[in-house]
């Protein structure tokens, strides 16, 4: 019986197989259809954001980013130095909602007691926020991905670049961050908490506004396991056994809840939104929570 580890290594950044990559791609066009579907649901009474006014006035210069088009590159700045820079203008300083999904090994899980796995339940959450975006006009960045893009048809280009891609990494650049973002990352958030908060504390020094949607299987959440056990980490492979599972089950909640706290606790310091989604519920309930907390950060009188 599989079961998922409490934390995990660096290994989860490997991404996925061809045959992973080539499932993904035919699960994609339906996941984007139930994502239209339960942005349609809320769609109702979203408002119109606040946004910096379009334009091609210089604003800055800013790190060259890999994976960004070499003919952005300002090669009269960066030849004062040994570095990179891009020639930012007006309108890409202007207020960008970044994606961050988590398509890792241990994202593919899915227990007797869920509808779906944490990795599809991931990808219509965030396609679903990707179609609320668009249709208010804003501009959306996915994690790893090129630039923002400003389009009606944003969650549909979102998903094939996710698709073309087979994996993206479940956090964005920092350096492509500023107080004008907002960030949206679902995951399952087993990294070594060590790794976390390193990640996190650089989107906080850039100034960018996080909200985390925490994805977990209802049988993660329960542990109903008893007996002779077998674990096995959907990363690296390794399998434990244990004898009586049901012994485990105090440590394994407490351990989950020690995370959730420490997690709880630097997001509400920051400003920050923290959300626990599990698999077995509506995909509507967190894509409603975010929508208010967005919907707030562009109340008049507060910063964008």
Not at 46 to 67: C, I, L, M, N, S
Not at 97 to 102: E, S
Not at 160 to 168: E, K, P, Q, R, V
Not at 180 to 193: E, M, T, Y
Request: aromatic share 6%; glycine share 8%; proline share 5%.
């Amino acid at each position: 019986m599989d079961a998922e580890p409490a934390d995990r290594s660096e290994s989860r950044r490997l991404g996925p197989s061809l045959g992973q990559a080539k499932t993904l791609a035919a699960r994609m066009p339906a996941l984007l259809v139930q994502a239209r579907h339960i942005a349609n649901t809320v769609l109702a009474g979203w408002h119109g954001r606040r946004k910096a006014g379009p334009g091609e006035t210089f604003w800055q210069f800013r790190p060259f980013v890999t994976g960004e088009a070499p003919g952005r590159i300002d090669w009269r700045r960066s030849a004062r130095d040994d570095h990179l820079y891009v020639r930012e203008r007006e309108w890409e300083a202007a207020h960008t909602v970044w994606l961050g999904v988590d398509l890792s090994a241990s994202m593919d899980f899915r227990s007797r007691l869920a509808p779906v796995t944490k990795a599809d339940r991931a990808l219509v959450l965030t396609l679903a926020v990707a179609e609320l975006l668009a249709e208010a006009g804003e501009r959306i960045g996915i994690a790893g991905g090129s630039d923002p893009i400003l389009a009606r048809n944003a969650a549909e280009r979102l998903a094939m670049t996710i698709t073309h891609a087979g994996a993206l990494p479940p956090f964005p650049d920092a350096r492509r961050l500023s107080r004008l973002s907002d960030l949206v990352l679902f995951g399952d958030f087993l990294d070594p908490i060590a790794e976390i908060d390193q990640r996190l504390g650089e989107i906080a020094k850039a100034g960018a506004t996080a909200h985390l949607v925490e994805i977990r299987d209802p049988i993660e959440e329960t542990f109903p396991y008893a007996g002779r056990t077998e674990f096995r980490d959907a990363e690296s492979g390794a399998v434990y056994t244990a004898g009586r599972a049901e012994q485990l089950a105090d440590e394994y909640r407490r351990h989950i809840a020690a995370r959730r706290d420490h997690l709880t606790a630097l997001c509400r310091r920051l400003g920050w939104t923290y959300l626990v989604h599990r698999t077995d519920r509506a995909a509507s309930e967190p894509l409603l929570a975010l929508h208010a907390r967005l919907a707030e950060r562009a109340a008049p009188g507060r910063a964008a």
